[in-house]
């Protein structure tokens, strides 16, 4: 099955600083994946997805097939990026868990 | 334009008790989903209907059954409400198995 796995529920930054949110996938092949963001009081959203290799509010995602994973990245982050971001696969069964992002003034 | 829209919003139930969660899109998708959402646990996929006329299980089914009413609609029920029902139901459609989800507002059940 198509898993992903986001390792961190909770993830404190200052306003400012480089932010990582990780995300690791456990199946072989070419995977499709994609960040989803859920601002406070709002629906979930797409952020990203890999094949688009886009920048998004100045977040990127690359795909490491050697590491296996899709870590989302912002050099700055900001205090509207505060939100819950899940990475999920195409095949829409197993997004992962989440990682809360809080970002401090 | 809508999108994605979902009734009721909020609802309280007792244990036991039934009722039926409602979906609706205006995008023309084929696919439409049903997850629940729990603190730690993410989205958990519940049932979806890749097209018209057909609904298959996913990861957590047990407890509910689905109606693809027609394109635009997806209904989810829950016949025998139970306190570990309790949690915030999204709906979901997007155009075909690759492309990425739209989602609904949500609907927050609490069974007591």
């Known amino acids: 099955a198509q898993r992903v796995t986001q390792p961190e529920k909770l993830l404190s930054v200052f306003k400012g600083a480089p932010v990582e949110l990780k995300c690791n996938y456990s199946?072989?092949?070419?995977?499709?994946l994609f960040w989803y963001v859920q601002y406070s009081r709002q629906r979930l959203q797409l952020l990203l997805r890999?094949?688009s290799r886009e920048s998004i509010k100045g977040f990127t995602a690359d795909l490491n097939k050697g590491e296996t994973s899709f870590h989302l990245k912002k050099p700055f982050a900001q205090e509207e990026d505060s939100a819950m971001y899940y990475c999920?696969?195409?095949?829409?069964?197993?997004f992962g868990s989440g990682t809360k992002l809080n970002v401090k003034p | 334009n809508a999108g994605v829209t979902q009734t009721p919003k909020f609802q309280v139930l007792k244990t036991g008790q039934s009722m039926t969660l409602q979906c609706a899109q205006d995008?023309?998708?084929?696919?439409m989903y049903w997850y629940r959402q729990d603190p730690g646990m993410g989205l958990r996929l519940i049932y979806y209907s890749a097209s018209e006329g057909t609904t298959d299980k996913g990861e957590v089914p047990n407890g509910y059954n689905v109606s693809r009413l027609n394109k635009r609609e997806f209904s989810l029920r829950l016949e025998s409400a139970a306190p570990s029902q309790t949690s915030v139901y999204f709906c979901a459609t997007n155009r075909g198995e690759e492309s990425p989800l739209h989602f609904g507002n949500g609907t927050r059940l609490t069974v007591t």
């Open positions: 199946y072989s092949g070419s995977p499709e």
């Open positions: 995008m023309n998708h084929n696919s």
């Open positions: 890999h094949i």
């Open positions: 999920a696969p195409a095949n829409k069964f197993y």
